[in-house]
Every structure is written in C-alpha cells, then in structure tokens.
C-alpha cells in the first residue's frame, strides 16, 4: 500500500506544487490548512484556494483551527520581546511548535506516516541541509525544529528552483493563478509593518524618547523605541553627528536607543539562550559557521553549549548582533542547530 502523507497546504504555489509531486511519486496524499492568525478575510481567500487545488488533485483535505495554540506560542511572544526591546523571529517559533510540531501531532493521528510542505530546504531525516535555491532558502527558520521530528517530514522543493514551481504551476489551468500571485507575507500576520501588529496591543509604540551615545549624554530624538532594531542605522534624529551612527543597545525602560560608531556596534563574543542542535555536541565544543540574521553571510565561529545555552566566539567581529534574532549554525550547506541571541 502506498505510504499516507499529510501536505500543509497554505493556497501557495509552494505548497499545492508540493502535493502535486507527492501525488506523481505515488504518495497517497491529504491536505491541512491551518487557521493560524486572526486575518478571516485570508483564511477565506487561501482556504478557496486549498479548495481548488484539492479537486483538482481529487485528494482530502482539513481544516484546523489553530489560532489559539499560534495566539500564544507565536504571536504573544512576537509582542512581548518587541516590547523588551528585542527583535523576534516568529516564524522560528511557529515551525518549532506548530507546523512541525501540533501539524505533525495531527499527521500521525490520522495514520499519516510523513508531514510535507512547501519550504525549500533539503532533510535526511536527521539534518536538515540549505537548498537548491540560494535566493529562496528556509534554513535558517527551521533551526529549531525538534531533532526528533525530522524523520517524518519530506520537502519535494528541495532540488527545485522557485522559477520551475511556478512555470509548472502555470502549466495547469487550475493552478495558473498561484504561479502569478505575489509572494506571500515574511511573517503571515503582519500585512503591512510590525509597527501595526505592536500598536494594535500596546501603547507607546510611537512615544518619541533620547537618542543617546555611550556616555549617556543625550544627543537625539527617535520614534519610539520599538522602531528599532540593534544595528539599525537609520530612523532616529542626531543632528550634530558627523559620522554614522548605528543602534547599539535599546532600554526599554527608559525609552532610550544608544548608538555608536560601526566600530563600537561589533561584537565577537556573545551567548544564546533556547539551544536546539541537530547532533550531541562534544564537550570542547564544535566550529562551524553561523548566520546571525537571515540575509547575513555565515562567518567561522567556534560553539561551546552549555546546558541550554551557547557561548559563540567569532573568527571576526560582525556588527548588529541583535538579541531576539536566531544564530544559526552551519557546516557548509548542513544546518547543525542553532540558538535566540541574548
Ligand atoms: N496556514 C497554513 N496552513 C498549512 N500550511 C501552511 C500554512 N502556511 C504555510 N504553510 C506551509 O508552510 C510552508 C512555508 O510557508 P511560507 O509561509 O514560507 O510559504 P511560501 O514559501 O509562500 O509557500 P506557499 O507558496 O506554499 O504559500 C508552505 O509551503 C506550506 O507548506
């Protein structure tokens, strides 16, 4: 009999291509949206997309109500850390706790051996690996998935270039208008900036306070202090600055940003919190190389994990280290782990 899959299908040309190609390898395959933010009129649009999709392919699909679980393990923890001063990496969250936790919970409920989706990203089952397509690869946002999980999960997009997903998407009549839809959201629940999400739930988000420099001495004005993120360089007010300043440290207290000199901003040595590896580490610690936001390159590194957290010691000094984000370990194109920047 053929092996049951679930495919978490969003209504993107990701997603759908992914339960097509299972279907032509011989997959006996499902389908599952999951309800997660509380935008209706896009459930509404995606599930009609799901809908389609799902005929045409003549395969089941579910409906699940999620928003509670994503309520509280992914978007409260997106404002929370915003409002400490920090910079969230919610879809890190989501990938740990729901589409690779709770989705895959329910694929093996309902007898399915393997969860599939639409990332890009290759996985044997016990590493995960960066994938074919440089300019669309999810590695980095899948650090955290537990290590235990990645035996049951199959990525079809792994070898693919997101140009050859939507041409095959525009092939088929019923999925011509995924292959010309924009690219979905970064974070699904932000539509147009994270300031909105913030100022729907918090008051100060714009509160004007002092930009100050490393003394303490007050020499500008910003617009509040979730505006910013550790290395930001624009967005905030120092007229009588003649070098460029960059954001060194936020003090959500008082609603103070203090900014430096490139120089001052960089950093060689820092801890992480929240550790998730993909291998037992060696007592004296391991190298490798480690991204400390998405769109950075990887630099060498040397990691010495402790319990839960990680000491990171650079080769060279890399600036806007920004706690909150996600360090991400590699070795070459093979993602080891990674850990939440204190
Ligand atoms: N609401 C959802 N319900 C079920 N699965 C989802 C949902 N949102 C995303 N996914 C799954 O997670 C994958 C990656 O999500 P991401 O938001 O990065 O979408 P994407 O790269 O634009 O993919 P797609 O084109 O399928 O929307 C999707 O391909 C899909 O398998």
Redesign the pocket.
């Known amino acids: 009999m053929s092996k049951r899959v679930l ?10 291509i ?1 339960a097509k190609l299972l279907q032509e390898e011989g997959y006996q395959v499902e389908g ?3 309800k ?1 933010h509380g935008l209706e009129a896009n459930h509404r649009e ?1 599930i009609r997309k799901v809908d389609k999709v799902a005929a045409h392919l003549g395969i089941p699909y579910h409906v699940l109500d999620r928003q509670q679980q994503f309520q509280e393990l992914v978007y409260q923890p997106f404002i929370d850390i915003y409002r400490q001063g920090q910079t969230p990496n919610p879809c890190t969250f989501c990938n740990r706790t729901i ?1 690779f936790g709770e989705l895959l919970d329910f694929a093996h409920s309902l007898g399915c051996h393997y969860l599939a ?3 890009y990203i290759q996985c044997d089952g016990q590493f995960f690996y960066q994938a074919e397509d440089n300019s669309k690869d ?1 590695s980095y946002f899948l650090f955290n998935v537990p290590r235990q999980n990645l035996l049951f999960l199959l990525f079809p997009l792994a070898q693919r270039l997101k140009s050859d997903v939507k041409a095959m998407a525009a092939s088929i009549p019923p999925l011509q208008e995924l292959a010309s839809q924009a ?2 959201n970064e974070i ?1 629940f932000v539509e147009d900036s994270y300031l909105d999400v913030l100022r729907q739930h918090l008051d100060g988000v714009d509160r004007p306070g002092d930009v100050v420099d490393e003394t303490g001495k007050v020499v500008g004005r910003h617009r509040g202090y979730m505006h910013y993120t550790i290395g930001q360089r624009k967005g905030f007010d120092v007229p009588l600055s003649h070098t460029p300043l960059y954001v060194k440290q936020i003090d959500p207290q008082y609603n103070r940003i203090v900014v430096a000199t490139k120089e001052a901003i960089t950093c060689s040595t820092f801890t992480l919190r929240d550790v998730n590896l993909f291998f037992d580490p060696p007592a004296e610690g391991f190298d490798c190389q480690v991204k400390v936001r998405y769109r950075h390159a990887k630099v060498p590194a040397h990691i010495t994990v402790q319990g839960t957290g990680a000491t990171v010691q650079l080769q060279e000094p890399e600036k806007a280290i920004a706690p909150g984000q996600a360090a991400v370990f590699y070795d070459d194109r093979r993602l080891l782990g990674g850990g939440y920047i204190c």
């Open positions: 495919v978490a299908m969003s209504g993107g040309v990701d997603s759908s992914t599952a949206y999951m997660l995606s589409k989706t639409g990332h999810q690219e979905s699904c």
